[in-house]
């Protein structure tokens, strides 16, 4: 019940709108029946049979008022009168009452939302990404939006109205004749009833079909994302098998199962109306014959009653569509549920009410332990200082807790235990987002946008000038290759920066990172990946940072980390050495075997 009530949530922001849309469409719905009686009521006038006494009040009435003699011509007259209000009258009326109503009102939720989706996913913690993929993401995301705001218009522009529909016919067959109405509402409830647990049962198998679904395009995602990957190792054939099992699963889930059940459920229930109709034609016609109801209520209550029996097909598919979105609608509600991060920020504040930090770039690990699990620790009490404009470089094998040190710094996780510091202060007290704007980090891989050069050049900082782009571009040595770019500046880099080599991506994510004028910058593996020639630009890009700021640096590679004023050598999530490059080659421990290794050109691991 939790889960539909946060559906019915899911468009609260226009409650009043769309209470006043579905009343006004349920109206109509209802306002519709006096056709059939007007016409049941003429049917009496042209055979001579006595009209209604609600009927013939209104005639006397409109007589007396008008001077107008009280005959068959005056009843004829007001009841076109009715028939013409009801159905021309209305016609330009109803689609601005209803139709635009709930249209807009999808339509601005959905706006509303995928604004609440982006900040949500900007708010996740990065555990999240590590679990899941972004094709997973994107894809439950995109249905759940979608199938939310075509089930609206469906929901409270038709079923509902057509419920109200048959509530009125209900009435006015009880009115008409109680015993038929009986008959008609018990018949009504069987097949609803029997309609909603079947729904309910198919309903379980759409989220299992759900599930299967996004794990087919998260398997897609990846293989476009990793189609290099694929092809180097000749695995295409192996992933098309995977692949086609997965959607012969889905097949024979929707096919077999989903799709058979739907077939089945209408096979009995259009039996079964079919057999209603009959009988209700058959109880009229027997109190029309035994002078019960007049000749104008049989035409009524059987136009009536075939009007509620064949609401009820499409009521059911309006019915087996919600249920076959319902379970996408509860999978995008569990990722909006999705707890936050710790370090998650305020994404309505002005930037101007953002804190403006300004740090020596003194920071100190204070006895910092952390684990990704409870049980598996992956740093251990680390006591840690970096003196301001120091530059610090975290060596170690691989897993050695390095790159783990500087999501903690940059409180994309919380230590389990002891706390980092920066120019004394707790980072945990500051705001996350005033504090980030003073670090910087050059990963890796540089994470590029598809955009100009000048925007990726720009992204941590828009009002950067052309001067200080040109002081960024120098130092990162940016300026060496962009001249050879066909629109300079303004060259589209592609998605992901696919138009430059890894060599130049670098480049752009160090000049990137000054243009934001740090305290603190980290280089994060920053030469790993590169070619010689392209590390030795790195290199001299990185010597001519040194000094000017604190400065973090993780790498392999220990020729990166020569100059570095302080090297600390990390082995299982501890400090085993510290020191400079003299003093721990001097040392004779990790550091210097590590160097002897390299040297050699043996491997790391």
């Not at 509530?167 to 097949?191: E, H, N, T």
Request: glycine share 8%.
């Amino acid at each position: 019940m939790t889960s539909f009530q946060q559906i019915i949530r899911y468009y609260g922001r226009y409650r009043r709108a769309a209470l006043f849309s579905i009343a006004a469409s349920s109206l109509f719905q209802v306002v519709d029946l006096a056709v059939p009686y007007c016409i049941g009521q003429l049917l009496n006038v042209l055979s001579s049979q006595p009209i209604d006494p609600l009927s013939q009040g209104l005639v006397d009435r409109v007589a007396a008022l008008g001077g107008y003699p009280a005959g068959s011509g005056l009843a004829i007259a007001l009841f076109l009168a009715v028939i013409f209000v009801v159905t021309v009258v209305r016609a330009p009326i109803q689609p601005w009452l209803g139709v635009w109503f709930h249209w807009d009102i999808a339509l601005r939720t959905r706006r509303d939302h995928s604004r609440a989706v982006v900040s949500k996913l900007l708010t996740l913690p990065l555990g999240f990404y590590d679990e899941n993929n972004p094709g997973r993401i994107a894809g439950r995301v995109a249905r759940g939006l979608s199938n939310h705001t075509w089930t609206y218009p469906e929901i409270a522009g038709q079923l509902i109205p057509k419920l109200f529909r048959i509530a009125g016919i209900f009435l006015l067959i009880a009115w008409i004749d109680w015993r038929i109405a009986l008959v008609f509402l018990v018949s009504f409830v069987v097949i609803l009833g029997f309609s909603l647990k079947d729904l309910i049962r198919l309903t379980q198998k759409e989220r299992v079909l759900d599930r299967y679904i996004e794990n087919t395009e998260s398997r897609t995602s990846e293989l476009i994302t990793n189609i290099k990957t694929v092809k180097a190792f000749a695995t295409e054939a192996e992933e098309l098998r995977r692949q086609s099992q997965r959607l012969e699963r889905e097949f024979t889930m929707v096919d077999y199962i989903i799709h058979r059940g739907y077939v089945i459920l209408t096979t009995w229930q259009d039996l079964i109306i079919q057999s209603c109709v009959f009988g209700i034609l058959v109880l009229t016609l027997v109190a029309t014959l035994r002078g019960h109801i007049s000749l104008g209520h049989f035409v009524t209550t059987l136009t009536v009653s075939s009007m509620a029996y064949s609401e009820l097909e499409p009521i059911s598919n309006l019915a087996e569509i919600f249920a076959r979105r319902y379970a996408s609608m509860l999978r995008y509600h569990e990722f909006m549920g999705e707890p936050l991060g710790t370090d998650v920020v305020n994404l309505t504040d002005a930037p101007e009410s953002m804190p403006n930090y300004c740090f020596t770039g003194k920071v100190h690990f204070d006895q910092v332990s952390f684990g990704y699990a409870d049980d598996k620790p992956v740093l251990q009490n680390i006591d840690l200082v970096i003196e301001p404009y120091q530059t610090v470089a975290l060596v170690g094998r691989s897993g050695s807790g390095k790159s783990t040190l500087v999501k903690l710094l940059f409180r994309y996780f919380d230590p389990s235990s002891g706390r980092i510091l920066i120019d004394g202060e707790d980072i945990r007290r500051l705001d996350v987002t005033g504090y980030r704007k003073q670090l910087a980090i050059v990963h890796q891989e540089v994470d590029v946008f598809n955009g100009t050069l000048l925007s990726n050049l720009r992204y941590g900082n828009p009002a950067a000038s052309m001067e200080q782009v040109n002081k960024a571009c120098r130092i990162a040595r940016v300026d060496e290759f962009i001249h050879r770019l066909p629109k300079g500046y303004y060259t589209v880099v592609g998605e992901r920066g696919v138009r430059l080599s890894g060599g130049q991506r670098q480049r752009l994510g160090i000049a990137r990172a000054l243009l934001v004028n740090p305290d603190v910058l980290i280089f994060d593996e920053a030469t790993s990946s590169l070619d010689y020639e392209s590390e030795r630009s790195i290199q001299l890009a990185m010597r001519a940072i040194l000094g000017t700021r604190t400065t973090l640096i993780i790498a392999h590679r220990l020729s990166t980390v020569r100059e570095a004023d302080k090297i600390v050598v990390l082995e299982a999530g501890r400090i085993a050495e510290v020191g400079n490059h003299e003093q721990l080659l001097a040392h004779g421990g990790i550091y210097h075997r590590l160097h002897v290794l390299q040297e050699t050109g043996e491997m790391v691991a």
